[in-house]
């Protein structure tokens, strides 16, 4: 049987498809040295003579409904005079190694890109031990290094990995969001280790970086760029507000009485929750709550009016309403408050840099849904180099698509 074109799918170079076998799901090539080709040395390339014939294996993509297919070729080992060293030549495109073609292993990495290792190593018939490695090795092959040139702008955050304490430092060019650093742990260390990696010109560029102002992050910062300006975060503090508001509310729950209880019962996440996200009943019950105590009403009232500070511009009148904003806190003789009031003056000028540059950890924020789901789909962290090359990989192409 004559089938035109097929030899088209098997060109590795200095070989030639001599035959191919094709069952319903399996398929076997055979691959022959093109005799045209010289053996020579990798190294001097100097024409060496055949020592032996090698036969090998090696998967390759599947083809029509054969699933498993199978390359076998001969490799050729030579021995070089000059070098006094003998070389093996194998087709080109083949992972002598992985005993895999380079195209079944980009396969193979492309489709854990979109489901967990189990399935991938399912659909192609390999371990998920195997797809692992394949695709641990392809992504450290393929994906560039970290872009440190031209950095501008660093968003730096922590994610929990682990069920216990597993924390990662994550660093990203706040400007493409490419991931640029991981490093285990949320100490001073994990942060250092990225800024080792920079030359002074590189740190020289950087005029701003987000961070959370609770972290330990900060004083390395300051260390590392002392020219740059810190910009805390505004996610961050009107989480650490909400804590505020929290526990006001133990504190009045705890005072309350019988019937008032009932009220406040049950509004924790209603407390939290942007206007825009609520529905008509929680607006309801929220206003109910707001009508009988007094306390959270000011609480309350206060955070939609901080939220309102990054709305600002002009840091001359951010500055202006920062102060206002402490004046009502105080005025409010809410204990907790006031203490918040007090952390955000030792804090001003970070928060206010807000105005200069416009940043915040959102992007690595959102960022950290990607990294839930892969963490699920790897099936838990195995290896915190893979975990990083998968979010290089999400962090680069999810730039190439905007
Ligand atoms: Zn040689």
Redesign the pocket.
Known sequence: MYVKGIRKLFQFSKYVLKKISLNSNIAQAFLRHDNRFRL???????T?TLNRIVPQTARDLPLGTALYVVLTYEALQGY??????Y?TLHPSGINVHARATDRLMAFVSQLCRYMPLIHAAEIVGISAATAYRWDKKWLTSHLPEPDLDDLRILLIDEKSVRKRHGYVILVMNGENGELLHMAEGKKKQSLQSFFDKLTKKQKARIIAVAIDRAGAYRAVVTEQLPHADIVFDKFHLIMNYNEVIDQVRRQEWRKANEEDKKVIKGQRYNLFRNPENRTEKQTLSLKALLKINENLNHVYVLKEAFRHLWTYTYRACAEKYLLKWVSWANESKIEQLMKFAKSLLRSKDEILNYCRHQITTGRLESFNNTVSRIIHRACGVKNLDYLFLKLRQESINGNLQK
């Open positions: 020579v040395c990798p190294t001097c390339g100097v060496t070089c005079v000059q070098c006094g060293e070389h």
